[in-house]
């Protein structure tokens, strides 16, 4: 018997009462069924408008005098880390003056300095484990000093001179070291993200109790490689902390004119990604913010996206003058009341553990290592000119092969010419 003919005999000596009870058992799905989103349907044509939804709100600790606004929100830091905080981003602070000062006497070709955003670093870091691979972009500069990156590294490295890991390749401030997890930073905006997630996909496949960090400035999110990192960080489920620096200004462009919308945070929950905005000047709102954001992403293995909001004190480096697009009453505000170091020592003031005495001893044992490390820096020897061939490759090709012989023909016709004395072998 066919199954149209088997049905139509149960209906048949079915009772019209049994019928009814049939089909009032079957519910017409009124939800939409597109795969493309997760809604509800709506009978009147709405406009959706920017200004109906609720900005992310901003996390913070302790207050610009140092006040814990709310204790079960006070990490509870051993003495030893609060100061080590607070002296990172002192050294900080001071190996930046003198550099950039360095640079301004033409000792060195460019420099930027991370005045304003050093909570944001030494926050963020301190929540890390060392084992996490960082991706930064060119002003996390804090984030090594709490790792254990030297003066005479940073120094060595902006000088470009032969103990310089990356051998004079790259720019000053493009910092990296294998032995940290911290990858070499690249001048691109924003090439770093896509590369961030793509290593955390391979950790994730690896089952390793791991994440990725990765610093980002808001104008580096206007870049079309930040939203393809977004996407995939999400679409893949990566272990990664994608970490907005957003500092208000994008070279001389401000953030009001770089997005409209909320941010950097408010594209988070629109690419799927579990979000929090913090107050980049307040040290313990960062590293709680990144504590939390550790746990999730390894429980979950799925991204989170932290934006911490702050102002750049500084030019954005040594080839802009930020007093052509901002007011010096700005500045001082921030450089003042608003200041993440300034904010920390009140809290320390308030708990009895900061003296005065021998902060200001640091300070000036800071200043004669930097100084004592340029004046060693800039008598070294710079990397052998053969360098710049190698170290792209693992076997030169022979078109490289062919430039170097060139160049070593130009160079010995033309000695004199070349300040050969400054440079190794």
Known sequence: MSLMRFTNTLLAKASYHRIGRFFSTIKTNHEPQFPGATSHYIETPKLTMPTEMTPIPIYRVIDSAGAILDS???????????????RDMVLLNTMDKILYES??????????????????????????????????????????????FKISQFIDQCYGNVDDAGRGKQMPVHYGSKELNFVTISSPLATQMPQAVGAAYAIKRKNND????????????????????????ATLDCPVILFCRNNGFAISTPSCEQYKGDGIAGRGPAYGIATIRVDGTDIFAVYNATKLAREYVLKNNKPVLIE?????????????????????????????????????????ISKGIFNESEENTFVNNVRKKVLKQISESEKKLKPNWKEMFEDVYHDMPNHLKEQMKELEEHIAT???????????N
């Not at 079960?72 to 607070?86: A, G, R, T, V």
């Not at 102002?311 to 901002?326: K, L, N, V």
């Open 72 to 86: 079960s929100q006070d990490p509870n830091l051993s003495k030893e880390i609060i100061q080590k905080m607070f």
């Open 103 to 148: 640079q301004r006497q033409g000792r060195i070709s460019f420099y930027m300095t991370n005045y304003g955003e050093e909570a944001s670093h030494i926050g963020s870091a301190a929540a890390l484990e060392q084992r996490d691979l960082i991706y930064g972009q060119y002003r996390e500069a804090g984030v090594l000093v709490w790792r254990g």
């Open 210 to 233: 791991t994440c990725v960090a990765c610093y980002f400035g808001e104008g580096a999110a206007s870049e079309g490689d930040a939203h393809a990192a977004f996407n995939f960080a």
């Open 308 to 348: 911490a909001m702050s102002y750049r004190i500084s030019h954005h480096s040594t080839s802009d003058d930020s007093s052509a697009y901002r007011s010096a009453d700005e500045v001082e505000i921030w450089n003042s009341e608003r200041h993440p170091i300034s904010r920390l020592k009140n809290y320390m």
């Open 414 to 424: 033309h000695r004199d010419a070349y300040p050969l004395k400054n440079f190794k």
